[in-house]
């Protein structure tokens, strides 16, 4: 038998013909999936359970009569639906994540692979302490770098978050007044300041009021000082702020608040972009929070996990919460309710049942060790460079509203100014997601109309910001010449362009059959 000699045609032959709509709606590996309450089986499960031998009822009456409308899917099923939902989602592993205020660095699987040691990952919370002497010692080696490298007294570890680190904060600051009988009701609050900020104070019980920036971005000093007076307990303040400046005048901001009997809250969100250069407590700091999920690497995003430690001047430490670690000698403590003694006996009380998040204790302190003092300066001068970078290669095509008021910090900001009328950023952001990118922070910070603020990180290098900056500009330019297409963008996405007000004041949260939902319109 002879062998066929007849190859195979290798190249394609019709390259200028419209790719037709598939038969299952997919695209490639560009998969349609339904919603898991659409892929419903009556018969459905992951297993199989005899049934339930009817019982006496315990309930009164209350026990429930008709199906819980979970679906029934086998594990496969569940597995697959979650995995192909996951593809379509955009993360920091996949990409650069420009997301101002966010600090979306890279976690380094160095952090990762600590975090899962055993002693870490399977520690629980109701463990006798004398079983966890190493978490103990974690957290506070981690707590001793957050006050040296803040030139802060102490620190509170328990907050665990950002938001939640503010309130610590307040709370401290609302003891020590009182101690002091003059307990005051007004927090001043920069319009540059984190939005969580007037938020905290309002939830604490506080009046807020807010003083003004200045051309330049930066809090006005002379309403600062004119505002200031006995009825106000504190100002909050971010710094760098989410114009993404630097405030030069953050003693004389400090010193003019002391005199006026108030303390100073600084909100340590931006700590990444100064850390092992400036301390915060030579700055006149009384608290502040420091989010680990940013500064320290540790992954974020989905509302968790985080964590925001609190550290205090001396002022202010007699005054914050329980628990903590206390070294002692060789070893280490944990300071609850019972052992705190006198020498904490001003405390406000605690934040939480334990003591914060161990998996994000462990990545930071990793971050930490592994960077080393020299390490930790490198990062934060990085940060600052890469955002530079951004800033002067993207402010000839879009308006840098701070431009001219010197260096960034972190993050660059711009906005929709000069682009053809009837469009804004919300279009340039949808244009960005066609271009492979999660768009940048949108509309945020408010003092800037159209705000675009991004943040690169240390963690990208010069051919990836490349890239974005390049995306950035092509998509500018669409805007500015008033292309009509960029209106229908994201045109490559999984899903098209929603009605972003109706997704929001109408969200669609519970599902309901087709013939339900029909029949109750």
């Known amino acids: 038998m002879s062998m066929n000699r007849e190859g195979r045609p290798t190249r394609p032959e019709a390259d200028d013909v419209e790719a037709p709509a598939t038969f299952t709606g997919n695209r490639a590996l560009m998969l349609e999936e339904p919603l898991i309450f659409e892929m419903d089986a009556e018969d459905g499960t992951g297993v ?55 600090t979306m660095k890279h976690n380094p699987r160095l952090n990762e692979k600590i975090a899962r040691l055993p002693g870490f990952a399977d520690i629980h919370p109701l463990q006798p302490v004398d079983t966890v002497k190493g ?5 506070a080696i981690l707590g001793e770098w957050l006050v040296k490298l803040t ?72 309403a600062l000082k004119q505002r200031l007076g006995p009825d106000v307990a504190a100002v909050m303040i971010t710094n760098p702020n989410t114009c993404g400046l630097f405030e030069p005048d953050m003693i004389a901001i400090s010193e003019a608040v002391h005199s006026a009997g108030g303390l100073v809250y600084c909100d340590g969100a931006n700590f990444n972009a100064i850390v092992g250069r400036v301390r915060p407590g030579d700055l006149g700091i009384d608290a502040m929070h420091i989010n680990l999920h940013k ?4 992954p974020h995003g989905g509302g968790g996990p985080g964590s925001g430690p609190v550290v205090f001047s001396a002022a202010l430490t007699p005054f914050a919460p329980l628990p903590f670690v206390e070294r002692r000698g060789e070893s280490y403590a944990l300071v609850e309710e019972e052992s705190a003694e006198e020498h904490h006996g001003s405390t406000f009380g605690r934040m939480v049942a334990f003591h914060g ?165």
Request: charged letters at 25%; one cysteine or more.
């Open 135 to 139: 978490a103990l010692a974690v957290i």
């Open 151 to 222: 030139g802060m007294h102490s620190v509170a570890m328990s907050p665990k978050a950002g938001a939640h680190g503010e309130l610590c904060g307040l709370l401290a600051i609302r003891s020590a007044l009182e101690a002091r009988g003059d307990a005051r009701e007004v927090i001043l609050v920069p319009e540059s300041a984190h939005g969580t900020n007037p938020a905290t104070a309002a939830f604490a019980g506080y009046r807020v009021e807010n003083i003004p920036a200045t051309a330049r971005g930066r809090v006005d000093l002379d």
């Open 357 to 521: 998040q161990m998996g994000m204790f462990t990545r930071a302190l990793a971050y930490i060790l592994s960077h080393g003092a020299d390490g930790l300066r490198q990062v934060s001068g990085d940060a600052v460079l890469n955002a530079n970078y951004v800033l002067r290669q993207l402010d000839d095509v879009l308006d840098a509203p701070f431009g001219d008021s010197g260096p960034c910090m972190h993050e660059a900001l711009f906005s929709d100014q000069g682009f053809a009328e009837g469009f804004t950023t919300l279009d340039l952001a949808k244009g960005l997601i066609d271009e492979g990118f999660h768009p940048m922070t949108m509309y945020f910070p408010l003092v800037v109309h159209g705000a675009m603020l991004v943040e690169p990180t240390e963690t990208e290098s010069k051919a990836a910001l490349d890239q974005f900056i390049a995306a950035m500009r092509s998509v500018a330019e669409r805007a500015k010449s008033g292309d009509r297409a960029l209106k229908a963008a994201p045109v490559h996405a999984p899903r098209r362009r929603l009605d972003e007000t109706q997704a929001a004041r109408k969200p669609v949260l519970v599902y309901r059959e087709p013939e339900r939902a029909q029949a109750a319109e």
């Open 295 to 298: 500064t320290f690497s540790t």
């Open 48 to 102: 199989d359970i005899e049934p339930v031998r009817q019982s006496e009822r315990r309930l009164g009456g209350l026990e429930r009569n008709r199906a819980i409308g979970l679906p029934g899917l086998s594990e496969p099923q569940a597995v697959r639906h979650y995995t192909r939902l996951s593809r379509q989602n955009y993360a920091i592993d996949l990409g650069l994540f420009p997301l101002g205020s966010c």
